[in-house]
């Protein structure tokens, strides 16, 4: 009896081993037709902007939940956010066109972009206050899924895609997204980083068109899944390249920046060639990994977005068209600032202390110059707005019959950036700067960061200043964190 027990259980460990090696990553299906006006596309989602209303662009940075309760309580406070426009009252929040995330952001984005009426209600308990880090402890100590590792075509990261998926997005996809009314939530940009070309991936139907891959029937857990695969922790998110198949042609800025020879923008020749490894023949799949690794701050996407008409979602294509009044950004930076004490002793710091800083150093370094090159660009172009309108002063005291010089910046340019950096108190300054990045927090640590964010947003100066030109009776709500929630988090 024992020797049939026996063999029994070799032959059951035989089959999960078998079925085990047979599970595979849930694959992204192919494109039947290129159409403009289908799939997950910002024309599709979005109508035209009238311009007579501010333009609000949110980037969503990395972060774990420590990122995602950040961007939750901008939320929050957006939603009070009120000011008139033409003798109506409008709330700001409405105003939301575009998110951009990466990583712990995505969370936030996500369920805002799938959930907009029900979102401030669900997304803490469904969320910020659930242990996600557990929760995936868990799952990988399932010998359910110990089999199914076993396989190369699955691993941690498509473990912690069904976890989301089943937890958090209810199973939803694009389509979900596409099948919304038009301008019912904004346009979302889920940002990874592609690690066989070292570059930027955004989850969008024009990103998709490149694999000849339809991005409707990929699921909204599994975009987040990439955007937040941070190295180590989970195994690369792999996606089918379907280039063997006719799938369209591309898009005329990527020959036009493919042209080496006749094209001094060096920034748009790396991104034409980036797009175009997509159809190389020698390219049949995508491996990603945290959007951190190329845009810790999702700031990329929407810096090309108004800064060029190659962007798909061109936003400054839309500010040709007289249809941008007026353009607020707001970056949510979830970013830390660790004390390390290495520096007193001659013992070098040990393996996880330097995987630490080789992982966040150029993390901190790329979300840097993203913020520099959105607010030195804004600069730029007030600068010449104003410069036009100096001439045309002039000209209109000195040579009042002399013609206007044409000013092509009609845009009021607001960029607004929260950070822990500019809290002003040394003590809660330190207390956030030193949270983990990781997928569970205690509830008053994320009660803190939700009442930061919303203090950050109304102390910033920037952001006043960008909506008192919108509104010049516009004044700031005054926000004061508990100091009791400070005490509990960071300690007397």
Same mark, same amino acid.
């Given at each position: 009896?024992?020797?049939?027990?026996?063999?029994?259980?070799?032959?059951?460990?035989?089959?999960?081993?078998?079925?085990?090696?047979?599970?595979?990553? &849930?694959?992204?299906?192919?494109?039947?037709?290129?159409?403009?006006?289908?799939?997950? /596309? @910002?024309?599709?989602? /979005?109508?035209?902007?009238?311009?007579?209303?501010?333009?609000?662009?949110?980037?969503?940075?990395?972060?774990?939940?420590?990122?995602?309760?950040?961007?939750?309580?901008?939320?929050?406070?957006?939603?009070?956010?009120?000011?008139?426009?033409?003798?109506?009252?409008?709330?700001?929040?409405?105003?939301?066109?575009?998110?951009?995330?990466?990583?712990?952001?995505?969370?936030?984005?996500?369920?805002?972009?799938? @959930?907009?009426?029900?979102?401030?209600?669900?997304?803490?308990?469904?969320?910020?206050?659930?242990?996600?880090?557990?929760?995936?402890?868990?799952?990988?100590?399932?010998?359910?899924?110990?089999?199914?590792?076993?396989?190369?075509?699955?691993?941690?990261?498509?473990?912690?895609?069904?976890?989301?998926?089943?937890?958090?997005?209810?199973?939803?996809?694009?389509?979900?997204?596409?099948?919304? &009314?038009?301008?019912?939530?904004?346009?979302?940009?889920?940002?990874?980083?592609?690690?066989?070309?070292?570059?930027?991936?955004?989850?969008?139907?024009?990103?998709?068109?490149?694999?000849?891959?339809?991005?409707?029937?990929?699921?909204?857990?599994?975009?987040?899944?990439?955007?937040?695969?941070?190295?180590?922790?989970?195994?690369?998110?792999?996606?089918?390249?379907?280039?063997?198949?006719?799938?369209?042609?591309?898009?005329?800025?990527?020959?036009?920046?493919?042209?080496?020879?006749?094209?001094?923008?060096?920034?748009?020749?790396?991104?034409?060639?980036?797009?175009?490894? @997509? /159809?190389?023949?020698? /390219?049949?799949?995508?491996?990603?990994?945290?959007?951190?690794?190329?845009?810790?701050?999702?700031?990329?996407?929407?810096?090309?977005?108004?800064?060029?008409?190659?962007?798909? +979602?061109?936003?400054?294509?839309?500010?040709?068209?007289?249809?941008?009044?007026?353009?607020?950004?707001?970056?949510?930076?979830?970013?830390?600032?660790?004390?390390?004490? +290495?520096?007193?002793?001659?013992?070098?710091?040990?393996?996880?202390?330097?995987?630490?800083?080789?992982?966040?150093?150029?993390?901190?370094?790329?979300?840097?110059?993203?913020?520099?090159?959105?607010?030195?660009?804004?600069?730029?172009?007030?600068?010449?707005?104003?410069?036009?309108?100096?001439?045309?002063?002039?000209?209109?005291?000195?040579?009042?019959?002399?013609?206007?010089?044409?000013?092509?910046?009609?845009?009021?340019?607001?960029?607004?950036?929260?950070?822990?950096?500019?809290?002003?108190?040394?003590?809660?300054?330190?207390?956030?700067?030193?949270?983990?990045?990781?997928?569970?927090?205690?509830?008053?640590?994320?009660?803190?960061?939700?009442?930061?964010?919303?203090?950050?947003?109304?102390?910033?100066?920037?952001?006043?200043?960008?909506?008192?030109?919108?509104?010049?009776?516009?004044? &700031?709500?005054?926000?004061?964190?508990? &100091?009791?929630?400070?005490?509990?988090?960071?300690?007397?």
């Amino acid at each position: 009896m024992r020797i049939a027990n026996h063999g029994l259980m070799l032959l059951c460990s035989a089959v999960l081993l078998i079925c085990g090696g047979c599970a595979h990553y &849930p694959d992204n299906p192919r494109l039947a037709s290129i159409a403009t006006n289908e799939g997950y /596309r @910002y024309s599709v989602v /979005r109508p035209i902007p009238g311009g007579d209303t501010p333009f609000v662009v949110l980037a969503f940075s990395g972060g774990g939940t420590r990122a995602a309760a950040f961007s939750f309580g901008l939320m929050e406070e957006l939603k009070t956010v009120e000011y008139i426009a033409k003798g109506m009252k409008r709330k700001l929040i409405d105003d939301v066109e575009i998110i951009s995330s990466v990583s712990g952001g995505s969370f936030t984005s996500t369920y805002y972009a799938l @959930y907009p009426e029900s979102f401030f209600r669900d997304f803490p308990e469904k969320f910020l206050y659930r242990n996600i880090q557990m929760g995936l402890v868990w799952r990988l100590f399932n010998p359910y899924n110990w089999w199914r590792l076993a396989s190369p075509d699955f691993s941690r990261i498509d473990m912690a895609d069904e976890y989301y998926n089943n937890t958090v997005f209810d199973n939803k996809t694009f389509a979900d997204l596409v099948n919304m &009314p038009k301008g019912k939530s904004p346009f979302l940009v889920l940002n990874a980083t592609d690690i066989g070309i070292t570059h930027r991936f955004e989850f969008t139907q024009d990103q998709f068109d490149l694999l000849c891959s339809d991005l409707s029937g990929v699921s909204l857990s599994r975009a987040v899944a990439a955007s937040s695969d941070f190295p180590v922790a989970f195994a690369p998110l792999t996606l089918d390249i379907f280039n063997k198949q006719p799938c369209g042609q591309l898009p005329m800025w990527i020959e036009l920046g493919m042209d080496r020879e006749h094209n001094p923008d060096k920034r748009r020749v790396a991104d034409a060639t980036a797009a175009h490894s @997509y /159809r190389e023949a020698d /390219r049949s799949f995508v491996h990603l990994l945290d959007g951190g690794l190329s845009d810790n701050l999702g700031l990329r996407g929407p810096f090309q977005a108004v800064s060029t008409t190659d962007s798909p +979602w061109s936003i400054l294509r839309l500010a040709n068209l007289d249809k941008l009044g007026r353009l607020m950004m707001i970056a949510v930076n979830a970013k830390t600032t660790k004390q390390r004490d +290495w520096d007193k002793k001659s013992s070098p710091p040990g393996i996880g202390a330097v995987l630490d800083v080789a992982l966040n150093g150029p993390m901190d370094d790329v979300s840097f110059d993203s913020t520099e090159m959105v607010d030195g660009h804004f600069t730029q172009m007030k600068q010449l707005s104003n410069t036009v309108a100096s001439c045309n002063k002039r000209l209109g005291q000195y040579c009042p019959a002399a013609p206007q010089i044409y000013n092509p910046i009609t845009t009021d340019f607001t960029f607004s950036e929260l950070t822990f950096d500019n809290i002003p108190d040394p003590r809660l300054r330190r207390c956030l700067q030193e949270l983990p990045t990781s997928f569970a927090l205690p509830r008053n640590t994320v009660d803190l960061l939700r009442a930061a964010a919303g203090y950050l947003l109304m102390n910033s100066s920037d952001f006043v200043a960008g909506m008192k030109r919108l509104d010049p009776a516009w004044q &700031p709500r005054q926000v004061v964190i508990d &100091p009791k929630l400070i005490d509990e988090v960071c300690g007397r």
